[in-house]
């Protein structure tokens, strides 16, 4: 499985991108997905979830209210809905997917995921 990751861009505090994550290759439908930011100098970081079955989307508490995950069923894609911007939201963001579904208290940790998109690079300025 490849993924995609693209959307990112330079944006201004306060403004607002939506970073989506397209799946080739051996595809499966998108159902279990995670993103993932790595800033300079800090470690990867999780940053919102969800997952086949549970209604409940899942996000790092930095991002609560200002991020929205979701998926477009008819294009297999991903969503990243990112408003409110913020300078610390500076980063690169990953997608990842997983075949089966992640037990919930896993879904924050990396090693948790199979496949990893290349990922966009979001740059918010003052």
Sequence with gaps: VQLQASGGGLVQAGGSLRLSCAASGHTFAIVNMAWFRHAPGKEREFVAAIRRGDPKAY???SVKGRFTISKDTAKNTGLLQMNSLKLE???VYYCSLKANCPISSAIGLADTWDY???GTLVTVSS
């Design 89 to 91: 939201d500076t980063a």
């Design 59 to 61: 996000y790092a508490d």
């Design 116 to 118: 990893w998109g290349q």
